[in-house]
C-alpha cells in the first residue's frame, strides 16, 4: 500500500481479554517501530524490529506485550489479560533500512484501544 | 536515558503570522537526530522536519525552519506565514543512533483565522 496500515482502527475489549494489533509497513521497509500514546501525551516507544529480528523491546511495558513480525513485513502487538492502564493509541510507524534517523519513520493512523 | 521537554502546552497564531515552538533535550550522546512531527486531530504523525547533531547548519522545509543549538540542547521550530492547515499537535522528538525514538509532551498550536 502508500503508507502504514493499522488494524482495526479502533478496539474495545473488557479487562483481562487479550487483544492482537495489526501493523502492515510500507513495503520494502525493513524497520518497524511500535509505540504507545497515552491520552494528551507524546508517543512513547515500545519496541523496534528490524527484518523479522526484534532487535529492542525495552519500551514494553510488561510480560503481558508482546510483539512480533514473523515474515519481516505484517508485525502484531498483543497484549495479554489487558488492564485499564493499557487503554491508549498505540501506533505503528515504518521506514527504510537506516542508521538512526536516516531514514524518516511513517507513521500509521493508530489504533485506539479502549479497555473497560 | 533521553528527555524530550516541550514547555508550552498551548499556543496560537494569527494566519499569516510567525510562531515559534519550542523544546529541549538532555542527552550524553553526540550524535543524534532530531525531528519535528505534526499530529492533527486525524492522529497520523507528519514529518515536518529533521536536522542531524553533526550539521550546524540550521535545517529547512519552505516555511518551517528550526533553531538548533547543540551546546545548548536547545531546537526550536519557526512556522513562517502560518496556514489554518498546521493547526495541529507538534512534537519534537530525538533518535539515537540506534533507533531509540524519545518525543516530548506536544504543544497544541492554533491558527486563528
Known amino acids: 500500500g502508500a503508507g502504514v496500515s493499522q488494524s482495526p482502527r479502533y478496539k474495545v475489549a473488557k479487562r483481562g481479554q487479550d487483544v492482537a494489533l495489526r501493523c502492515d509497513p510500507i513495503s520494502g521497509h525493513v524497520s518497524l517501530f511500535w509505540y504507545q500514546q497515552a491520552l494528551g501525551q507524546g508517543p512513547e516507544f515500545l519496541t523496534y524490529f528490524q527484518n523479522e529480528a526484534q532487535l529492542d523491546k525495552s519500551g514494553l511495558p510488561s510480560d503481558r506485550f508482546f510483539a512480533e513480525r514473523p515474515e519481516g513485513s505484517v508485525s502484531t502487538l498483543k497484549i495479554q489479560r489487558t488492564q485499564q492502564e493499557d487503554s491508549a493509541v498505540y501506533l505503528c510507524?515504518?521506514?527504510?533500512?537506516?542508521?538512526?534517523?536516516?531514514?524518516?519513520?511513517?507513521f500509521g493512523d493508530g489504533t485506539r484501544l479502549s479497555i473497560l | 536515558a533521553q528527555t524530550v521537554t516541550q514547555s508550552q502546552p498551548e499556543m496560537s497564531v494569527q494566519e499569516a503570522e510567525t510562531v515559534t515552538l519550542s523544546c529541549t533535550y538532555d542527552t550524553s550522546e553526540n550524535n543524534y537526530y532530531l525531528f519535528w512531527y505534526k499530529q492533527p486531530p486525524s492522529r497520523q504523525m507528519i514529518l515536518v522536519i529533521r536536522?542531524?547533531?553533526?550539521?550546524?547548519q540550521n535545517a529547512t522545509e519552505n516555511r518551517f525552519s528550526v533553531n538548533f543549538q547543540k551546546a545548548a540542547k536547545s531546537f526550536s521550530l519557526k512556522i513562517s506565514d502560518s496556514q489554518l492547515g498546521d493547526t495541529a499537535m507538534y512534537f519534537c522528538a530525538f533518535m539515537n543512533y540506534g533507533n531509540q525514538f524519545y518525543f516530548g509532551t506536544g504543544t497544541s498550536l492554533t491558527v486563528i483565522p
Open positions: 510507524a515504518s521506514s527504510l533500512e537506516g542508521q538512526g534517523g536516516d531514514q524518516p519513520q511513517h
Open positions: 536536522q542531524e547533531a553533526y550539521k550546524q
